[in-house]
């Protein structure tokens, strides 16, 4: 059996602006994949424009643009719109999102994962997730802990457009666990601006038919009018559930790691946003 073949796909909005890893994403969809599709949802903080510097130097990553329309429920329009694209060229598509990046020291073991997929019919795939929220010293099990997100293409699967929109609702299949490592580092920027709190806060508001969001985030929002979040991870951790990392990191997102370190110690040294 010859080696599967996999594209990657991702899509955000306003990628810049909100200071997401997303060009680490792409680097590191780059490494594993042999072809990365990105859907920019026209913003106007100049994602569109860098990732067109990408694209010309690399010829694997294709590039489409949508309008975000302003719900996260476009989310599942966006992941359907880059599975159509995709279509059966290539034998397995993976959704990642803007803020993750690919442990490459697990590349070896998820391609042969791949190759155990498709001789077993299995239609989807789950990697193992690292959360890292707030900084990247500590891991936190936030609301996915591990989505099914690899699919077979020839199984036609797609996003349902009634639960938001995120890789949650691509199930309904025999799934296998994958050895995949991906590493999520957009909540790391969560304690430092107002918008990226409330953002979760609505996210969350949109997975409660799912079993979401958390209690304690609708408590503290109803209750004190913002999210807390520094109590949250304090009860997290005295829960067992915030934990120091002692891992290593993708070798794509050092970069990005060393600006988010600046970031969190100056907000550490400013204004709290929930002043």
């Known amino acids: ?118 001789g077993r019919n299995y239609a989807l795939g789950c990697p193992h997730y690292t959360h890292f929220c707030p900084d990247d010293k500590h891991e936190f099990d936030f609301i996915y802990r591990s989505k099914a997100v690899v699919s077979d293409t020839h199984a036609h699967l797609r996003f349902d457009l009634g639960h938001g929109g995120d890789a949650c609702a691509l199930g309904g299949a025999k799934e296998y666990q994958t050895r995949l490592e991906i590493m999520h580092f957009g909540k790391m920027s969560m304690g430092r601006e107002r918008e990226a709190l409330q953002k979760e806060y609505d996210f969350q508001q949109k997975y409660v038919a799912l079993g979401f969001p958390d209690p304690i985030v609708v408590d503290q929002k109803n209750n004190l009018g913002y999210i807390d979040y520094e109590a949250i991870f304090h009860l997290a951790k005295e829960a067992g559930q915030f934990r120091e990392y002692h891992g290593r990191y993708p070798v794509f997102v050092e970069k990005y790691l060393d600006q988010m370190r600046k970031r969190h110690q100056e907000w550490k040294n400013g204004q709290s946003i929930l002043s």
């Open 1 to 118: 059996m010859n080696e599967p073949t996999l594209a990657v796909y991702l899509f955000g909005y306003r990628l810049n602006q909100i200071k997401y890893p997303w060009r680490e994403s792409i680097e590191s969809a780059l490494a594993l994949a042999d072809a990365v599709y990105f859907c920019e949802a026209q913003g106007d903080d100049g994602t569109w424009e860098d990732a067109q510097e990408i694209a010309a130097r690399e010829h694997r990553l294709h590039l489409i643009r949508h309008s975000w329309e302003g719900d996260y429920s476009v989310q599942a329009v966006l992941g359907n719109l880059l599975l159509d694209e995709i279509g059966t060229q290539y034998d397995f598509a993976l959704k990642l999102d803007a803020d993750e990046v690919f442990g490459e020291w697990s590349f070896k073991d998820f391609k042969t994962d791949l190759l155990i997929m498709l």
